[in-house]
């Protein structure tokens, strides 16, 4: 079974401190692994794919498979940033429009 | 280019009724998932449709099923509501070409049942 845990439901940091929002899968095989994010009012919208190895908006996320995680991180956090974060994993073979959603965490960017 | 649409915005039913929920992929995109969203669940996948067929199915009731029209409009009925199927329902549509694909969602139809 595919799973998706994202440990913190919240998260607050300082703008332009580092922040890294937290994401670990389970998956027996090749995942595909995405951060989705909604912004207050906002529809949910990818953020970045592992597969295309971008940055978007300063954040970055690197795939580990050794520890199975896709762990959030942005070296300056900006106000701008506040919103919630899901991570997601796609199943790969098959799964066309099938993602596994972890519960989401808020972040919070305070001035 | 327009965006996802979903029709209704806002759904009250009542226990026992059905309700039928609409979705407008953007155009071009062939594929059109349905999530449902609760604040105790989180989203979980309903099902996803492609060129009118079925791919992919959640774990989820036969009272929840939907269905593609050429055009690549979707719709999901839920049928014999219960008070645990009040929920966002999300809808996204990609090309469906190839997997790890942008999904572009939509604002949702927030379902309420009494």
């Known amino acids: 079974a595919q799973r998706v845990t994202q440990p913190e439901k919240l998260l607050s940091v300082f703008k332009g401190a580092p922040v890294e929002l937290k994401c670990n899968y389970s998956?027996?095989?090749?995942?595909?692994l995405f951060w989705y994010v909604q912004y207050s009012r906002q529809r949910l919208q990818l953020l970045l794919r592992?597969?295309s190895r971008e940055s978007i908006k300063g954040f970055t996320a690197d795939l580990n498979k050794g520890e199975t995680s896709f762990h959030l991180k942005k070296p300056f956090a900006q106000e701008e940033d506040s919103a919630m974060y899901y991570c997601?994993?796609?199943?790969?073979?098959?799964?066309?429009?099938?993602?596994?959603f972890g519960q989401g965490t808020i972040l919070t960017v305070h001035p | 280019k327009a965006g996802v649409t979903q029709t209704p915005r806002y759904l009250i039913k009542t226990r026992g009724q059905q309700v039928t929920l609409s979705c407008s992929p953007i155009?071009?995109?062939?594929?059109v998932s349905w999530y449902q969203q609760t604040p105790g669940q989180g989203l979980q996948f309903l099902f996803e449709?492609?060129?009118?067929?079925?791919?992919n199915k959640g774990n989820f009731p036969g009272r929840f099923s939907g269905r593609q029209f050429s055009n690549s409009r979707s719709e999901m009925n839920v049928s014999t509501l219960e008070l645990g199927d009040s929920a966002l329902y999300l809808c996204?549509?990609?090309?469906?070409?190839?997997?790890?694909?942008?999904?572009?969602f939509g604002s949702g139809t927030q379902l309420s049942v009494l």
């Open positions: 997601a994993l796609g199943a790969g073979g098959t799964s066309y429009g099938k993602l596994t």
């Open positions: 996204a549509s990609s090309l469906g070409a190839t997997e790890g694909e942008k999904l572009f």
């Open positions: 998956y027996s095989g090749s995942p595909e």
């Open positions: 449709y492609f060129s009118e067929t079925q791919r």
């Open positions: 592992h597969i």
């Open positions: 155009s071009g995109h062939r594929s």
